[in-house]
């Protein structure tokens, strides 16, 4: 079973931004469930831990470990088609957790299926199971984070002490619990989701000034007549004051833009893009709900308020950025869930707003560290409760003012994992 394992020592870890490096005393792609259950059997011998990364687009610290580090990149994924079981009268899919969701939706859209996801966040490609298990989101007010759509799942855990397979469904407290879980609970090895008819979207672009999106009933009109809402503000590459606009509706009208028209027509909304005459694109659902950026490498701090507290967050916010003379390097991001029923699911039981911050990713200017110490105070004021995957700074004390379930996940923790196998330091304080 050891080859199947394909661990090594002397592999160092790079997140995408290139903001968190580390090399853990074992570094491990296992090819299997068997190879899995190896790993943590020897890490529980020796007292030591088992971590799991995802695809390396998060900020936050819940990957680092000096003991096992484990990538499901290639588990259950040799021959991908074989690897997604589709039920199609259902509109479910049951896939392995490694999977990223690019190839997932690619694999979805295809003619024998022709399923899509319900939603989708900014960029595609973060495994299935780390974008779940940080709470990663796109927009839509009437639209869950990706955690939603999990209607089943494995999970490998330590329960009781005994390792242990548990296949949680939809209804199952344990499962509202392990779907956005930072991999404190266990190993997700595989999910269902629960998938809808492939769609086509019309994105309309167009550029207002803050002055607009400071009013709270800009804000609901905005939700209320849009399925899905993005707002851009300021950025290195435009006033201050200036906010772009996109809403995303549902078509049925025909593709018009190809991926490369999206970029170029996108970006024309900087300039040209009206609220009389917005820029308007038709394509597939995944080309035009995501961000048509340059890879631009950068730190992130992101909040999700209480709907209902918008306008107040953002006019606080222009109070601080305008007093500090403060900037951010891509725009600040303004973006809209549903309330959802998982434990630590930053929009549990509340309509939310998350408003994102961004700095440059090696900037070690004093006034961006202020930035975010000046931010998340503001938005934990307003009832505000981070983005898992993202910056953010937590106490114990904070979460159990935050999350209504905070105790009862600390008691299933402790019956998954009484060994505190799936942990580290940050783990181990906050939970």
């Given at each position: 079973m050891a080859d199947k394992k394909n661990c090594r020592q002397g592999k160092e870890f790079e997140n995408w931004a290139q903001t968190i490096k580390f090399t853990p005393d074992t570094y491990c792609q296992p090819e299997d469930e068997p190879s899995v259950r190896e790993i943590i059997n020897t890490a529980v011998a020796a007292h030591r831990h088992v971590r799991v990364q995802g695809n390396g687009h998060s900020w936050s610290q819940f990957v680092q470990t000096s003991d096992s580090l484990l990538w499901l990149k290639e588990m259950g994924l040799k021959d991908l088609p074989a690897a997604i079981r589709v039920d199609a009268a259902a509109k479910t899919a049951t896939v392995p957790a490694g999977i990223r969701i690019r190839d997932l939706i690619r694999e979805l859209r295809k003619d024998k299926y022709k399923l899509g996801l319900k939603n989708t966040g900014s960029i595609l490609k973060q495994s299935i199971a780390g974008a779940i298990s940080t709470g990663t989101h796109g927009t839509g007010i009437g639209l869950g984070n990706l955690a939603t759509h999990i209607i089943g799942m494995k999970l490998l855990t330590m329960r009781n002490g005994a390792l242990t397979e548990l296949t949680l469904h939809e209804g199952d407290e344990f499962l509202d619990a392990a779907r956005v879980s930072v991999g404190a609970l266990g190993i997700i090895t595989e999910v269902t989701i629960q998938c809808r008819a492939d769609y086509r979207v019309e994105l309309k672009g167009y550029r207002t000034s803050f002055?607009?999106?400071?009013?709270?009933?800009?804000?609901?009109n905005l939700n209320q007549n849009n399925e899905r809402v993005r707002l851009w503000w300021g950025g290195a590459f435009a006033d201050r004051d200036d906010v772009i606009v996109t809403t995303m509706n549902e078509t049925q009208n025909p593709q018009n833009s190809s991926i490369f028209d999206v970029i170029r027509e996108f970006l024309d909304a900087l300039f040209q893009g009206s609220q009389a005459n917005p820029v308007v694109l038709t394509g597939h659902y995944s080309d035009l709900l995501t961000v048509p950026l340059l890879d631009v490498k950068h730190r992130e701090c992101e909040y999700a308020i209480p709907v209902e507290n918008t306008a107040d967050a953002l006019n606080a916010i222009k109070r601080m950025m305008d007093e500090g003379d403060f900037s951010t390097t891509l725009p600040i991001e303004v973006r809209f869930v549903k309330s959802d029923d998982s434990f630590l699911s930053p929009s549990y039981k509340k309509d939310v707003c998350y408003i994102g911050i961004n700095t440059q990713a090696h900037n070690t200017e004093p006034s961006?560290?202020?930035?975010?110490?000046?931010?998340?105070?503001?938005?934990?004021?307003?009832?505000?409760?981070?983005?898992?995957?993202?910056?953010?700074?937590?106490?114990?004390?904070?979460?159990?003012?935050?999350y209504p379930r905070y105790d009862r996940f600390?008691?299933?923790?402790?019956?998954?994992?009484?060994?505190?196998?799936?942990?580290?330091?940050?783990?181990?304080?906050?939970?």
């Open positions: 002055h607009d999106i400071s009013v709270q009933q800009f804000i609901d961006s560290n202020e930035l975010y110490a000046r931010f998340e105070p503001m938005m934990k004021d307003l009832g505000g409760r981070p983005h898992w995957g993202k910056h953010f700074t937590l106490t114990p004390q904070d979460l159990n003012a935050m600390k008691e299933i923790r402790r019956e998954l994992d009484p060994h505190n196998v799936f942990s580290n330091t940050l783990i181990n304080y906050l939970f």
